[in-house]
T-cell receptor, first 116, second 112 residues
Framework: GAVVSQHPSRVICKSGTSVKIECRSL??????MFWYRQFPKQSLMLMAT?????????EQGVEKDKFLINHASLTLSTLTVTSAHPEDSSFYICRAERGQWGTEAFFGQGTRLTVV | AQRVTQPEKLLSVFKGAPVELKCNYS??????LFWYVQYSRQRLQLLLR??SRESIKGFTADLNKGETSFHLKKPFAQEEDSAMYYCALRGASSGSARQLTFGSGTQLTVLP
């Protein structure tokens, strides 16, 4: 099956710094990638939809200036958490879809962000 | 709007017992329904989809349009089935409705 690689898998950063998370589709082109946030034992919360070559579409309540998304190529999307605070500590997951109508969805392994 | 409801946040069953994870959806058209599973420390992965009508790891799920449900079932639970299960819906039309909408998830624990 298709592989989506997310990096890093775990990161600890100081409050006030920025952290970049990468999501790559290794063997297919993903025109659309999605970024989720997951709290412990809770559901996935869609943060934004990232389309290659255009601005990301953010869900209501997600600060676009805080969570910067860049989808520069068909195989790479990045999420940058700017000026991180402890409340940003969470598990972030990306998802990429293959096919024109996104008939298959593949998830990255997730990034555990801890802001101290 | 499309919505997926998983009423049980936690579900525990004993090994060998039947298990049913409930999923109800709200969508005006003909949706695609999926079950995703997340084992401890692993990524989310597709378990099964309704259009395939397949059985994966002993799990089955039938789409009941009348009850707008897509419950996941297994006749004999195994300890390795312990995981977080998410029901998901994708609308049939193009655009934003093609997004996957996830339920809140059910944490299944199979006790020895």
């Amino acid at each position: 099956g298709a592989v989506v690689s997310q990096h890093p898998s775990r990161v600890i950063c100081k409050s006030g710094t920025s952290v970049k998370i990468e999501c790559r589709s290794l063997d297919f082109q993903a025109t659309t990638m999605f970024w989720y946030r997951q709290f412990p034992k809770q559901s996935l919360m869609l943060m934004a939809t990232s389309n290659e070559g255009s601005k990301a579409t953010y869900e209501q309540g997600v600060e676009k200036d805080k969570f910067l998304i860049n989808h520069a190529s068909l195989t790479l999307s990045t999420l940058t958490v700017t000026s991180a605070h402890p409340e940003d500590s969470s598990f972030y997951i990306c998802r990429a879809e293959r096919g024109q109508w996104g008939t298959e969805a593949f998830f990255g392994q997730g990034t555990r962000l801890t802001v101290v | 709007a499309q919505r997926v409801t998983q009423p049980e946040k936690l579900l525990s069953v004993f090994k060998g017992a039947p298990v049913e994870l409930k999923c109800n959806y709200s969508y005006s058209g003909s949706p695609e329904l999926f079950w995703y599973v997340q084992y401890s420390r692993q990524r989310l992965q597709l378990l099964l989809r309704h259009i395939s009508r397949e059985s994966i790891k002993g799990f089955t799920a039938d789409l009941n349009k009348g009850e707008t449900s897509f419950h996941l079932k297994k006749p004999f639970a195994q300890e390795e089935d312990s995981a977080m299960y998410y029901c998901a819906l994708r609308g049939a039309s193009s655009g934003s409705a093609r997004q996957l909408t996830f339920g809140s998830g059910t944490q299944l624990t199979v006790l020895p």
